[in-house]
Each structure stands twice: as structure tokens, then as C-alpha cells.
């Protein structure tokens, strides 16, 4: 999993992508398992790059 190897915690903001700072979207949304994660897509057309999203309790315990 190569391209998920950079993890980022939610916080009370809306998600935007940190390589551009562009609004998300969710492509993948497992916050209703104990894991708590996300797969989010950039919605700038000249980035779109995915990334993690999880819980900070997650990477602690991880």
C-alpha cells in the first residue's frame, strides 16, 4: 500500500488536500468500523492526489 504510506488525522476542519489545499472528496469512508478511515481525493483537476485519513487514537495505538 505504496500510495496510502503518509497517514493524516481528522481535526474539526473540513478535509483539504495537503499538497494544494483544494476541498475533498470521500472515495472511501470506513468511520463506521473501529479503524475510523477515510480515502480522500483532491477535487483540483491539476492535483487529485488520495490520501488517508484517520483517527489520531488510531496511529497511537497502530
Known amino acids: 500500500m505504496e500510495l496510502y504510506s503518509e497517514l493524516f ?3 474539526d476542519q473540513p478535509t483539504t ?3 494544494c489545499g483544494a476541498r475533498t472528496e470521500i472515495i472511501f469512508d470506513m468511520t ?5 478511515t477515510q480515502i480522500h481525493k483532491c477535487l483540483s483537476e491539476l ?3 488520495e490520501f488517508v485519513m484517520v483517527q489520531e ?4 495505538n497502530g
Not at 32 to 36: F, I, L, P
Not at 57 to 60: C, K
Open 32 to 36: 463506521h468500523t473501529r479503524d475510523v
Open 17 to 19: 488536500c495537503p499538497s
Open 47 to 49: 492535483c487529485q492526489r
Open 9 to 11: 488525522v481528522f481535526n
Open 57 to 60: 487514537d488510531d496511529i497511537n
